[in-house]
């Protein structure tokens, strides 16, 4: 599957039972999602449960199916967790990895995360790589050299054409859920930066054509109806990671046509 830009998707996290999925995508499934989601990459990371459900519905819609976790192994004794293959089985598109809930609450690492993308990149998902920095790091002005580690740390897995499978999710932990986006200004200059990162990643890497400028970089923190226009009109904004926002179908329409 090749991933188009702009992409826009909902996280929708531990949120809504199988009835409101159903509504949901009812009231979000029209003649317009479905032209532009030939235009440009439309999804939704589900959770577990509603995998199977929501593949049903979005079948033949052109929207991508998502989960919001994966192992680095396929099988084996690891209570709770799910694999890359099962998440193929159910006709998943694309796993969030990395997101900040996971390394704040749930203890994941650059390297955890380093081994999830790998196991869902040589499976044939899209991960989504997530990255950014916390309050107290942006307030001491230390986002650059967070990027500097966070990223190739969290790629140090990933060799040769992999990195044809990934996108960055550059998510400001402070703007999570906190209704303060970054600035369109803001934004874009942390992209800026995370392209000039991912050059170097591939500058390093002799086995692959792939440019950093094919890398889709998307931006996620808040984004709202509102805010979504000035934000995808930056250069270095391929699309967006939506939370809050993707949990209403309407909202979430107007940001996919943004
Ligand atoms: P938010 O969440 O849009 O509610 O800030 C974004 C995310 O956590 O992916």
Not at 101 to 123: H, I, P, Q
Not at 192 to 218: V, W, Y
Request: overall charge negative; proline content about 3%; aromatic content about 8%.
């Amino acid at each position: 599957m090749k991933i188009q830009k702009p992409l826009i998707l909902g996280n929708w996290k531990m949120h809504f039972d199988k009835n409101e999925v159903r509504a949901f995508f009812k009231n979000f499934l029209d003649e317009n999602i479905t032209k532009l989601s030939k235009e440009r990459s439309l999804g939704f990371a589900v959770p577990f449960p509603y995998l199977d459900l929501s593949s049903e519905i979005l079948k033949d819609s052109g929207v991508l199916l998502g989960a919001q976790n994966v192992h680095w192994e396929q099988y084996g004794a690891f209570t709770g967790e799910i694999s890359a293959t099962m998440l193929k089985n159910v006709n998943t598109n694309f796993v969030l990895t990395g997101h900040s809930e996971r390394r704040t609450l749930f203890g994941d690492t650059n390297e955890s995360v380093s081994k999830r993308t790998k196991a869902a990149v040589s499976k044939g998902l899209i991960a989504i790589v997530c990255v950014g920095e916390t309050k107290e790091e942006y307030q001491s002005g230390k986002r650059e050299e967070v990027l500097r580690e966070q990223i190739p740390a969290s790629l140090a897995h990933l060799k040769d054409n992999d990195f044809e499978n990934i996108v960055i999710a550059y998510e400001p932990v402070w703007a999570i859920g906190t209704g303060l986006s970054a600035s369109p200004e803001e934004a874009e200059s942390a992209h800026k930066l995370i392209r000039e990162i991912l050059k170097t990643i591939l500058d390093g890497n002799k086995n692959t054509n792939l440019q950093a400028s094919e890398i889709p970089l998307i931006y996620g923190g808040s984004v709202k109806e509102e805010t979504a226009k000035a934000l995808i009109e930056q250069p270095n904004i391929d699309g967006f990671l939506v939370g809050g926002a993707s949990l209403k179908a309407d909202s979430f329409k107007v940001i996919c046509s943004a």
